[in-house]
């Protein structure tokens, strides 16, 4: 392996490198910016009035079922739209959002994103989706909700 000397392409070096190349003016400009390498835009959720009795989120229950449902980084997200609609803090849009919207954990009225203050119990399809012991071990444990 040897070194590249300065103004001189060396294919043996490693990596190959040109020490004159550089990019044309104005090329940054033309060459679009990758949507992961933009800011989330800042969102503030609101509160909504609690519909269901649903879990606190709190409840160790929310990570063990709800992370089997949606993932855990949904769940991350969710608690951390939950604490921030408790406080009524802004928070970067979560990455997650659209899983939680599916689902109907979030509901978004075309300008901000409405959280309850509880997050509701498994319904019918997602109980489906549980492998079996965790869904016999749910439904023996909150049979109420």
């Known amino acids: 392996m040897s070194s590249a000397a300065p103004g001189i392409l060396r294919r043996d070096a490693r990596p190959p490198i040109d020490t004159e190349a550089a990019p044309a003016p104005g090329a940054a400009e033309l060459s679009p910016t990758r949507v992961t390498a933009l800011p989330r835009p800042w969102i503030l959720p609101l509160p909504t009035a609690p519909a269901d009795p649903g879990h606190d989120p709190a409840d160790p229950a929310v990570r063990r079922y709800w992370s089997a449902v949606v993932g855990p980084g949904a769940v991350a997200d969710l608690l951390r ?17 659209p899983v939680l919207l599916r689902e109907g954990l979030v509901h978004w009225n075309g300008r901000d ?9 498994l319904a019918a399809t997602h109980l489906a989706r549980l492998r079996p012991a965790l869904r016999v071990e749910y439904r023996t444990r909150f049979a109420g909700l």
């Open 113 to 121: 994103v409405l959280v309850h203050p509880n997050v509701p119990a």
């Open 81 to 97: 739209l939950t604490a921030a609609a408790r406080t009524g803090r802004r928070l970067r849009r979560p990455t997650h959002l």
